[in-house]
């Protein structure tokens, strides 16, 4: 495993994290233990030293935290959570949240805690007024945690501000080949990187739109240029170049990957030790930038699959709707039809149809990608269930009521 340093503490991390949201089981918000079990205990095998959870991912601390006792394991990783800040009213609620996370995670000190979404300079504000910045400052000199972090889905403008508000040890930001000026985006690297701090990436794939969900004529560009001599890692699959793209940066301390079978921990694993700074030839970042435009011409909706907009009061299965949507685009209307289909449980007694929107406005608020989601349903719905198609599947729906 390639290690990477933390240039704020020394720590060696490695270059490969582990994304513990993607558990099998976790859409239903009960990660599956023994599945949980096992993926640590392959990452820590293959080196990967760096766990990555939230309070907010449905039982998902708990079940980190009951995986690494059983293997004891706890001494050999880095962990990491998050604070729910919106949820913090008073106070007393940071000692409330925190304290409840370490008894999830069977421990008594996170190594890497982070304000989590932050999308605005003034949600850091309203915390300090609560006193989160001497909170922090707090736990770190009582050993509680060890290095105080944010996670990021703001603008590219208010990045800088946020660094500048508080004297932070790391940060987390979304980043990949298709988004590099996207919210923090390649300047917002490159900043956190000059101030000495560790920089850890989130999405390097987009939730698997980097990868089995690529269009299919950037998918061939990458098999055509698979075959090439190169100088650095031969990548082979659509992943093993979004991975690579992110580790070529050498301003990035770790990647997270939310790898949800062992084979994929194995497989990226193994390229991780390869992938150093500069990995790349230029040969290759060109064969990226053409990938980019088939990207950028299928891509409709900036759906990550998060999951953080669920559920829809009504019914609506929203990332399923987007990734059928973009589908469409990517393969074929059909391909995209028939994953409409699926997606929404039109054979069910309660169909998840993206027309079932009311438009409440709810779940646009959670959205770290600030999708309009009740505008882009109303697209989905023109492309899957314009006139007679529409009509049909109000039909078929009625029918299995
Ligand atoms: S706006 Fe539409 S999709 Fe969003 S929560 Fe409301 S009904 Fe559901
Ligand atoms: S619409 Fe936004 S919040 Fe919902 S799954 Fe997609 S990216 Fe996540």
Redesign the pocket.
């Known amino acids: 495993m390639q290690y990477r340093v933390n240039p704020r503490n020394g720590d060696r991390i490695s270059a490969l994290g582990l994304g513990c949201m993607r558990f099998p089981g976790a859409a239903l918000g009960r990660p599956d233990a023994r599945a949980a079990r096992g993926l640590i205990a392959r990452a820590v095998e293959r080196g990967i030293n760096y766990l990555d959870t939230a309070y907010l991912y449905p039982g998902n601390e708990a079940a980190v935290g009951a995986a690494l006792e059983d293997l004891g394991l706890r001494g050999s990783v880095l962990i990491a959570t998050k604070m729910p800040h919106a949820s913090v009213k008073r106070p007393e609620d940071l000692d409330r949240y925190f304290d409840e996370q370490l008894e999830r995670l069977r421990t008594d000190h996170i190594d890497y805690y982070l304000m989590h979404n932050i999308t605005s300079p003034a949600q850091w504000e309203r915390l300090q007024e609560l006193g989160a910045g001497e909170w922090l400052a707090r736990q770190k000199a009582a050993g509680r945690l060890r290095q105080a972090g944010f996670s990021y889905h703001g603008s590219a403008g208010d990045f800088a501000r946020v660094l500048d508000a508080y004297d932070w040890d790391f940060c987390q930001i979304q980043y990949n080949y298709a988004g590099e000026r996207y919210q923090a985006g390649t300047a917002g690297l490159e900043e956190a990187a000059a101030r000495g701090m560790a920089v850890f990436v989130m999405e390097p794939l987009l ?1 698997g739109r980097l990868a089995d969900k690529l269009p299919d004529r950037a998918r061939r560009i990458f098999a055509e240029a698979a075959g090439a001599r190169t100088a650095g890692p031969a990548p082979v699959s659509p992943a093993d170049w979004g991975l690579a793209w992110v580790w070529d940066h050498p301003e990035v301390t770790m990647l997270l990957s939310g790898m949800s079978a062992p084979e994929q921990i194995d497989q990226n694993a193994a390229l991780a030790d390869r992938a150093l700074p500069g990995c790349l030839t230029d040969g290759q970042h060109a064969v990226i930038a053409r990938v980019v435009d088939e990207f950028n011409r299928a891509n409709r ?10 559920p829809c009061p009504h019914g609506v299965n ?2 399923g709707c ?1 990734a059928a949507y973009n589908a469409s685009f990517a393969h074929s209307w059909f391909t995209g039809l028939s994953q409409y289909f699926t997606a929404s449980a039109v054979r069910t007694s309660f169909p998840k149809l993206a027309s079932n929107c009311v438009r409440c406005g709810a ?2 608020r ?6 309009d ?1 009740p505008a ?1 349903l109303g697209g989905v719905c023109r492309r899957f269930q314009p006139g007679p198609v529409g009509a049909a599947l109000k039909l078929w729906a009625r029918r299995h009521r």
């Open positions: 939730g909706v900036s759906c990550t699959g998060c999951n953080y907009c669920m929203i990332p987007f779940c646009a959670k959205c770290p990608q600030h999708i989601i882009r």
